[in-house]
Structures are given as C-alpha cells and as structure tokens.
C-alpha cells in the first residue's frame, strides 16, 4: 500500500516537475504573469481607484466579484458549521432557553 | 543544471511541500493528521502562486510610493518594473479564507464523527461500523 | 439592455435569499420554506430570459463591475451555459417543492441552516455556470463544495465519514484544478477563459500547459465522479438526507461535468486535445471500464441508493462515452449533452422515489420491497418509468442517448464500444429488473401473502409525489423531444461554438 503511494506521489510530482521544466525562471520581470495583464493594474490602478495599495484595488475593484465570493465561503462555512453541530438546548435542561 | 535547478528552486520546494501533504492525506490513519495533511497540501499551492508574483531587480510591495501616487496626479504612469505582481497576492487572499473555511467543515465533521464513534483513527471507526452491521 | 444583467442577477438572487433565509428564519421558521421557492422559481424564470436572449441576441458578455476583461471578471453566457443553467434550476426547483416534507420529517430543527444551505449550493452551481473566468469558477466550486459537504455529513449512519472522505478527495480535486489554472497563469499571464484561448495556442507544445490540462482534468472528473476517481460518491449519495441525495445526484454531478467539458473545449479547445495530448481515446476507454463497472457494482448492492449511486458512475461513463466520441463523429457533442439532461432527470426521479419509499415505510433493502407497488402506485409507476427509460425503452431518454452514442459510435467505426453499449445495458435490465420483481410480481409469496389483503395505499404526500411524476413523464416527454427537429439548433450552436460537428 505505501509502496504504491510512493509511487503514485513520485509520478504526480515528476509530473509536476515536467510542467515546470518549460516555465520562466523565478521572479524573471520579462515572465508573461508580470507582462500580459498585470502591468495595467500597477499603472492604473491609482487613476481608476485612488487606492495606493494596488493588492487592495484589485481586490475590491478589478476583482470584486471573487471576493463577494469568499465572503460567500465563509458565509457558507458558518451555516455548514451551524447545522452540523447545533444542537437542540433542550438537551441541555430547559433552565437554559 | 545546477544552475537550471536554482533558478526554479521555488517550485521544487512547493513540489515537495505538497507531496508531503498528500502522503499524509493518504496514508495517516487519523482523521485530524489527514486534515493537516490537507492544510499542508493547500499551504504549498498557496506558496507556489505568491512565488510567482515575485519581480527580481529592485521590485517591491505591490504598494505605490508617494512619489508614484504624485506623478500619477500628473498621469505618468508608475514603472511595472517597480513592483511585484499583485494578481498572485489578491487570488491568494481568496484562496487562504478557501482553504481555512474548507478546515472548519472538516473539523465540525470531525467533532460530528468523534461524537458518533468515540475515536478518529480509521481503522477503528471502520470496525465500529461493522460491528453495528451496516 | 435589461438582458445582460440577467448573467449576474441569476447568481443574486438565490444569494440574496439565501441572506433572508438566516435573518427571516430568526424570528419566523415558516417562512424559509416560502422564501426558497420564491428565491428557486425566481431563478428558473431569469434562466428561461436568459435563453431566449441568447437564442435571439447570441452570446452574453457580462462585466462584472465593469471593467474590461481579462483585468475584470467577466460573466459569459452561451447556448451551453443557458442550456445547462435552464436544467439546472428547473431540477433545483423541483428539488425545492419536494425538500418540504422530506425536511420537516429529517431535520425539523435545522430548517433554518438548511434552506439557507441549498440556497447556497445552488448559488454555487448557477456561479460555476455562468463565469467566464478560471480562477472565479474555482470560488464558487468551494461555494458549491463546502455547501454540500455540510449537507451531506448531516445524513444518517455513516454520513459524517462519507462527508469527510468527501471533504479530503473535494478538496484534492479543487487544488488540483488550482494548480492547472497557475501553470496556465505562469506561462500566459491571464485567468479569462476567452483570453487564454486566444493565447494558447503558440503555447500547445509547452510542457506546462500540457500539465495544466492534466491536472486540471484530474481536478474535475474528481468531482464529477469520473471512473477511477469516483471513491467518495457511494457513500456520500446513500447516506445524505433524501433531499440532498436528489439534488447532489443530478445538480451538483452535472455541473462539474459541465466545468470539464467547459474549460476542456473553450479553454484548451479541440486542436489541442487531438494533437498535443491525445486524451480522447483513453476517455472512451475508461467511460467504457465506468459503464460495466458501475453496473456490476450495482447489480452486487442491495441498498437502493446505493445501487443508484453506482448506476452514476455507470452513467458518467456514457456522457464521457460521448465526449471521447465527439472529435471523430458529425454529431460531435451531442449525445453527451443529450445524456447530461437525460440522466439528470432519470436520476432525480429514481433519487425522488427511492426517497421517498424510505420517508414513508423506512425500507432501504430491495428485498424488503414486496408488495410495494401496491403500497405506494404512484411513487412505484414513477420509478419504473424512469427505470424502463434508463433501460432503453423507447422513446425514453435512455433510448435515445445509446441510440445516439451508437451513431456517433459507428461514424467513428470503433465498434467494440457498441459491444460495451449492448453488455452495460444487459447489466442495466439486470439489476433494475429485481427491483420491479419484488415490488410488484412477489407480491403473493412469502411475506407478502401474509399481509395479502392487508396491503392498503399508502402514498407520499403530494409535494413528495408531483415533482418525481413530472420528471418519469419528462423523461419519455424530452425522449421525443430529442427526436424532433426542435432542439438542433442549441445542439448544433453549442457544437459549432467548441468546432465541432463537422468531420475534417
């Protein structure tokens, strides 16, 4: 069982590694993640949002809607945690209600 | 070669995070390492996106400086050079409260889990089960 | 244009219910169940807009916040998504009208989270739907995945360890669909489907986009429960509450394999999987190892659920049949999409059923089932309608999936899928064939004479009833449907938007 584990983790990280073989070198300023679309935030991000902090503008603004999304997660997450492990008071002795 | 395996040191590192991970999802037993296992293998993912935002050559935080802020009232534009991509950064704030909201089911589940059988180990609730006959 | 807004608002408003489902439910209890509905048949109504605008006015480019893709997220709607976002709510909403009995009798102290939940779930699915954007799909597949593994774990029996084996290889799937989407980003710079397809192909040689795919279809059939990687689905659909088994067995199975044949046509489009991965020929053989394995596993079960839960698998197989089929055929994607419908409402119906036999009399083991076709006609007839279709009774859904992936198998001349079509189907009678057997011809023997007379009618409630009697007559009604002329020009649309459908 572990052996075939092993095996398994080695193919799923060879694999991996096979991926990386044709990225751009770490933090290469030329790699197209920093050239194709996040060149605009930096540059525009002020003028469209008058926030400093670009992290923040995009965000909230340029990517609102993902973190409506997460908000959502959590959201999600409490009512999952709610249901799952609120329990009737009664249970408790009625004193409590 | 040396050379090649340097400049990408970040993602073997990454690489091999996550396999620890994902040995332990598999192969623990007990049902709290699995999650820590799971923590460790969203962790690694987390570590190989916000090490693609980074920029060599003098490239800092993603947060303009007042000298940026001021031409940019004057409409030139700041240098990308100056600072690092900030998409890795703001995908990774979503996918962190992803993951620690995916850890707080699993733990309620597990506390569901522990008020059913007593145990976490696998084996054990596994034997718990047959014997209840289902 | 009142039109476009209609992308996002359908992700709203079940939202936005979901909110006054908790903060209503405060003070009133009775009014959650309300509530849903509204916020379902909401839904459904903007689903039905949202076709007929993409049928008269093609596409929908929504941007959310208005900015620009690929810096802003953008909301995209075609024939596709319209086609699955008018299935999936009309499925949620019939889900909604039989949750409440269902809800009332399992869980009477947990209305609240739990209407609140499936509101959440179906935000998840109408989210996943109707996105343009990688990384947005991702979000909302943890909406969709953290809502139903809190519904799933609060089940009966084993229901919090078929939750957790869910939450460990859900949350595998999920990372690893993430993983994909950064080697696309790292060697593209760009999460907007539209944007990477335009991109990519300079790319197609490239060893991380190649992982990317890899990774990413992994991710997905994961949570599709596509053959090898089906291990959470079993427990999961057998031992969640009734209406939550109903909605994950036809909701939550199909949208993601609607994000897979999503991101595997309009992002990394067809050239690519033909030419750089040659993926296709392994997906029919392992749909065909899917179809007979999971009808042997359900043969070998005598929990209904769970021998329903196993016919899943059997037929993922058949959609992915159609997907594996769809380079090598003029019908190209058709009887996949074909099947996504028919199967969603074929198991819904069995799903509604089953449930329904366990709501009223509590049996799960067929062979307690004697003489329940007498008990209950109504729920019976239901289930055999949607049985007899699976089979291949025509004009039933069923039939009209295998006659199609048959065609589609023929113009492609791989005629051993033909063989596996004909055996799966033999293994289909098989084990659908006992459960008519004991519910309705051993009613004289055994126990069954015991009771003899004293078999009374003793049906489900209406609202248990309808929505399950609507989806058997569906069932034969979208068969001939199928059949017509009616609906080619989605079909051919969504196959001439992903280039297919006309042999090179």
């Known amino acids: ?65 993902d973190t409506l999304g997460e908000t959502v997660v959590i ?17 408790k002795g009625k004193d409590n209600v | 070669m ?83 991509n900030p998409l890795p950064h703001v995908l990774m704030l979503t996918a962190i409260v992803v993951g620690i909201a995916t850890t707080g089911v699993a733990l309620a589940i597990i506390i569901m889990i522990y008020n059913r059988y007593k145990t976490l180990e696998e084996d054990e609730i596994l034997v718990i089960r047959k014997e209840s006959g289902v | 244009m009142t039109y476009e807004h209609f992308a996002i608002f359908i992700v709203i408003v079940p939202l936005i219910f979901s909110f006054l489902v908790v903060l209503l439910g405060l003070f009133r209890k009775g009014l959650c169940y309300p509530l849903t509905m509204v916020a379902l048949l909401v839904s459904f109504i903007i689903s039905l807009g949202i076709l007929d605008s993409v049928m008269t006015n093609g596409t929908i480019h929504y941007h959310v916040g208005g900015w620009a893709p690929p810096w802003g997220i953008e ?13 999936l709510t009309f499925i949620a909403l019939l889900t909604g009208i039989y949750a409440k009995k269902s809800v009332q009798q399992e869980l009477p102290e947990k209305i609240v989270p739990f209407y609140a939940l499936f509101l959440l779930l179906v935000t998840g699915v109408i989210g996943i739907t109707v996105t343009g954007d990688l990384f947005n799909l991702f979000v909302f597949l943890e909406i969709l995945a953290l809502s139903s593994y809190a519904l799933i774990a609060i089940g009966s029996d084993g229901a919090p360890m078929a939750a957790f084996k869910y939450v460990i290889m859900g949350t595998v799937g999920a990372c690893f669909y993430l993983l994909g989407v950064g080697y696309l980003y790292v060697v593209t710079g760009s999460l907007n489907m539209a944007d990477l397809r335009m991109l990519l192909p300079p790319l197609y040689a490239n060893g991380a986009v190649q992982t990317a795919f890899i990774f990413i279809f992994i991710g997905l059939s994961l949570k599709a ?63 065909a190892i899917a179809m007979i394995y999971g009808s042997i596993y359900a ?5 209904l659920k769970r021998m329903l839960a196993y016919s899943s698998i059997a037929n993922v197989g058949y959609i992915m049949l159609g997907v594996g089929l769809c380079t090598s055929t003029s019908l190209g994607l058709t009887p996949a999409l074909m099947h996504i419908l028919n199967d969603t409402l074929m198991k819904g119906c069995m799903f509604m059923a089953a449930c329904a036999f366990i709501y009223k009399t509590g049996l799960w083991d067929i062979r307690d089932f004697t003489g329940l076709g007498r008990k209950m006609p109504y729920t019976s007839f239901a289930f055999i309608l949607a049985s007899l279709a699976m089979i291949g009774m025509p004009p039933g859904v069923g039939f009209v999936t295998k006659l199609y992936l048959i065609i589609a198998i023929l113009d492609a001349g791989q005629y051993a899928f033909v063989a596996v079509i004909f055996f799966s189907t033999l293994l289909m009678i098989t084990y659908f064939w006992r459960v008519i057997e ?13 009771k003899g007379s004293a078999i009374s009618i003793d049906e489900a409630s209406m609202g248990m009833l309808i929505p399950g009697l609507i989806l058997a007559f569906l069932c034969f009604g979208i068969g001939i449907l199928w059949l017509t002329d009616i ?5 051919n649309a969504i196959n001439s938007g992903f280039g297919l459908g006309v042999i090179p």
């Open chain 1, 1 to 65: 069982m572990k052996v075939f584990v092993l095996i398994m983790l080695l193919m799923t990280g060879g694999l991996l590694a096979y991926g990386v073989k044709d990225f751009p070198g770490w933090s290469n300023p030329n790699a197209p993640a920093s050239t194709h679309v996040s060149p605009r935030y930096i540059q525009a991000a002020y003028t469209k949002t008058h926030t400093p902090n670009i992290v923040t503008a995009v965000l909230a603004d340029y990517r609102g809607y």
């Open chain 1, 75 to 91: 959201f999600t997450a409490g009512m999952g945690v709610i249901l799952m492990l609120r329990k009737k008071r009664r249970n």
């Open chain 2, 2 to 84: 040396f050379e090649y395996i340097v400049s990408k040191f970040n993602y073997w590192a990454y690489i091999c995070l996550m396999m620890i991970g994902l040995y332990a999802m598999i192969v623990k037993g007990n049902l709290v390492k699995k999650l820590i296992g799971m923590n460790i293998f969203q962790v690694s993912i987390i570590l190989f996106y916000v090490s693609v935002g980074a920029k060599s050559g003098g490239a800092t935080v993603p947060i303009l400086t007042a000298e940026d802020i001021h031409h940019a009232h004057a409409h030139v534009l700041a240098n990308p050079l100056q600072y690092m």
């Open chain 3, 75 to 87: 909301l995209v709607v075609d024939y596709f998504n319209a086609f699955m976002l008018v299935m």
């Open chain 3, 225 to 287: 429960a596509f053959f090898p990687l089906h291990a959470w689905q079993p427990d999961a659909y057998t031992y969640a509450p009734s209406t939550v088994s109903v909605i994950i067995s036809t909701v939550v199975a199909k949208t993601a394999v609607y994000a897979l044949i999503r991101v595997i046509f309009s992002v990394f489009t067809v050239d690519f999987i033909t030419l750089y991965v040659s993926i296709l020929d392994i997906i029919c053989w392992i749909s």
């Open chain 3, 299 to 303: 043969i070998r079960q005598f929990n």
């Open chain 3, 438 to 450: 004991i519910m309705y011809i051993k009613v004289e023997e055994g126990e069954g004479s015991e």
């Open chain 3, 487 to 491: 609906p080619s020009p989605i079909l």
